[in-house]
């Protein structure tokens, strides 16, 4: 097979498939519309499929006894979108904000490929049109259903914006962080604005929390360790002329290793208790374990895969991409099988997730030969 010819060839189709899917956006685990359309063409190419409940499906093609899974998430987001493009959302309130439509039209047509070139595998190649990857809980759901048992690696890879167009990262090591989210209730004692003396004021505790906190990164953790701590909303108050009584911090935690996951809990803890008793505060803390570990793309696959996609893409094609502190679940696979996830270039003026959010539609065909390469190698 010609990967670099075929990928060609299918780039209008594959810019259709993206665009057809960009106008209905669905959440996790209602991608009804989405599956419908994938199971259209899936059906039209005599590719045959399991069904996955609710949403989803792996497709297979080849045939052999060793197998290879290449995977696309499938799910959008609650956001209005503000593209004004000619094939923008039909779903007032959700878009494709993530680029997860351009995945999803990616395998489909790396499927019509290997499909064409059946006779030529073999070992088989499924293809896991995965839901539910914004809420971390597709890919545990597909593991679950053991259709993956004795696969021998597991591949994938995602559309980013902030990376030039036409570029492709393919790199060994930690690449996406690991997510934990937590939540923090202080329960203090509201009164009259003119008698703060009288009141917990659950206000002052939530902002000192929130600046007390940032501490931990800065100075509780080693400067060449990479975290995050983001809190990204807090609800107080219901009036300007009475103390709060009760405040909720929301946020999350991004990390690359179990050690430091741990060591931010245990001082976020400390911290938290030292409010309360400082304050006279009641303070509950509640930290979810990770939804997903960190992404690690293996050493020995990378290798495998770069040497086969150094025969299809240029040196300048190559771009190095520094790991991000986005989360993906992915990762939960990578726990499971050997595998690796590239990252493609979208351009693009605005971020994944930003309600202007497009990309860079050359992105569909890098995308088309990096999924060729995972499923050849």
Known sequence: MDIKQEALKIKEEVIQFRRDLH???????LEKKTMAYVRKHLDEWKISYEMLQPTGCIAKIGRGKE??????DMDALRVKEETNLPFASEHEGYMHACGHDGHTAVLLATAKILKKHEEELNHRVLLIFQPAEEIAAGSKMVLKTGKLDGITGIFGLHIFSGIAAGKVSLEAGPRMAATNWFSIHVKGRSGHAGKPHECVDAIIIASSLVMNLQTIISRSLNPLENAVLTIGKMQAGTARNV??????LEGTVRTFSKESEQKIQKRMKEMIAAQAQMYGADITFNFEPASHPALVNSEIVVQKVKKKADAVFEANEWTHVPAMMLGEDFSNYLEEYPGCFAFIGGGGRYPNHHSQFDFDESALVQGVKMMLIFALV
Do not use: I, M, N, Q
């Not at 103390?243 to 909720?248: H, I, P, S």
């Open 23 to 29: 106008r209905c956006p669905e959440t996790a685990f």
């Open 67 to 72: 197998a290879v899974a290449l995977r696309a």
């Open 243 to 248: 103390v709060a009584g009760d405040a909720v």
